[in-house]
């Protein structure tokens, strides 16, 4: 949803910034100020919808569970806003020793972010994560 509004909001500004520049008196004239007025405009009407998928990229919406191989597919956007499936195995899930801000755990090298508090059953969010599985003094590391 919010690439949707940060494209439709960057091809408004491409389609208004004449506009703006005719109303304003900036497109009459002076040359430095009319690129230097672009420039910015551009600039921010290109990076945001860029930045926001940078930021959202890992953010699954959908996420299936096939229990007979034990795989999930997660569904993600790209920055077309198609939607790009990754296939993971549950021993490919790895957990962060430290808490990303937005990947809780990392399939493969792909870090996804998924809300816990979307999982009708807390049992499957356990399963992904691993949390189901007996405790190993090997596995965990102490600190100091």
Do not use: W
């Not at 919406?61 to 077309?80: E, G, K, M, N, Q």
């Not at 021993?91 to 020793?97: C, G, Y």
């Not at 996804?112 to 059953?121: H, S």
């Amino acid at each position: 949803m919010a690439a949707i509004f940060s494209y439709s909001t960057s091809g408004a500004s491409l389609i208004l910034m004449p506009q703006i520049l005719l109303k304003t008196g900036l497109g009459m004239g002076n040359i430095a100020l009319e690129v230097i007025s672009c420039g910015i405009i551009g600039f921010f009407t290109f990076l945001t919808p860029i930045i926001l998928h940078f930021i959202t990229k890992g953010y699954v919406i959908r996420l299936y569970h096939d229990p007979d191989r034990d795989t999930y597919t997660a569904i993600t956007y790209s920055v077309f806003l198609t939607e790009k499936r990754c296939v993971f195995h549950q021993n490919q899930v790895r957990i962060p020793a430290v808490s990303k801000m937005f990947a809780n755990f990392y399939a493969g090298q792909m870090g996804l972010f998924v809300n816990p508090d979307l999982f009708p059953i807390p049992q499957d969010y356990n399963h992904l994560m691993g949390y189901d599985k007996p405790f190993n003094r090997l596995n965990v590391r102490l600190i100091n």
